[in-house]
Nanobody, 115 residues
Framework: QVQLVESGGGLVQPGGSLRLSCAAS????????MSWYRQAPGKERELVAS????????SYADSVKGRFTISKDNDKNTLYLQMNSLKPEDTDEYYC????????WGQGTQVTVSS
């Protein structure tokens, strides 16, 4: 049974940092494209970052390039999103997704950037 469980969201001031985690079970994370998405109420879900092959090659949305880093720990079967220099416009619900083969979503974790 595939499960993705996000954690690490919270309230942070502008300019601060957070690290999101996505613990995967039921499949080998390194064998699949894994992504982080975000969504604000009333808006479409937006792709933030992906690890697109087993070598760890990554891609990012222009809005987060240079600030966010996607990574994975194959031993822990866990995906991460390190978010630095956070801005109020980064406030969203963040989701991890198994983005190849059969696709699965996590339940989401809320990130709020506010002073």
């Amino acid at each position: 049974q595939v499960q993705l469980v996000e954690s690490g969201g919270g309230l942070v001031q502008p300019g601060g940092s957070l690290r999101l985690s996505c613990a995967a079970s039921g499949f080998i994370l390194r064998a699949y494209v894994m992504s982080w998405y975000r969504q604000a109420p009333g808006k479409e879900r937006e792709l933030v970052a992906s690890i697109i092959d087993p070598t760890g090659r990554t891609s990012y949305a222009d809005s987060v390039k240079g600030r966010f880093t996607i990574s994975k720990d194959n031993d822990k079967n866990t995906l991460y999103l390190q978010m630095n220099s956070l801005k109020p416009e980064d406030t969203d619900e963040y989701y991890c997704k198994k983005d190849s083969g059969s696709t699965y979503w996590g339940q989401g974790t809320q990130v709020t950037v506010s002073s």
